[in-house]
């Protein structure tokens, strides 16, 4: 089993950064792939990025170039750095992770979710 609890979440103006924070607990974090994941209104779940047990990371075409996914082995820690936020970026942000050492972009990959943290971007 593995426990994810998010935080970060916030509201911000358009142009601005956030940076998300997951602490995982339970299974060994160091050997599994992690992934961030969003949801708006009425729409639904989609793919942010993804990060590999030896941080190999892939991003949605959406975020690439202005979100970063990186992760702290030691401190059993995920990250997500998200700059230049723009309103469609509205959302709730979950972070999960998947059994496995290999990155993916599939939500049904994944096993374990935290129970997300919400992200408001004003214009």
């Known amino acids: 089993q593995v426990q994810l609890v998010e935080s970060g979440g916030g509201l911000v103006q358009a142009g601005g950064s956030l940076r998300l924070s997951c602490v995982a607990s339970?299974?060994?974090?160091?050997?599994?792939?992690m992934g961030w994941f969003r949801q708006a209104p009425g729409k639904e779940r989609e793919f942010v990025a993804t990060?590999?047990?030896?941080?190999?990371?892939y991003y949605a075409d959406s975020v690439k170039g202005r979100f970063t996914i990186s992760r702290d082995n030691a401190k059993n820690t995920l990250y997500l750095q998200m700059n230049t936020l723009k309103p469609e970026d509205t959302a709730v942000y979950y972070c999960?992770?998947?059994?496995?050492?290999?990155?993916?972009?599939?939500?049904?990959?994944?096993?374990?979710w935290g129970q997300g943290t919400q992200v408001t971007v004003s214009s």
């Open positions: 999960a992770a998947r059994r496995g050492v290999s990155e993916s972009s599939d939500r049904q990959d994944y096993s374990y």
């Open positions: 339970g299974r060994t974090f160091s050997v599994i792939a």
């Open positions: 990060i590999s047990w030896n941080s190999y990371t």
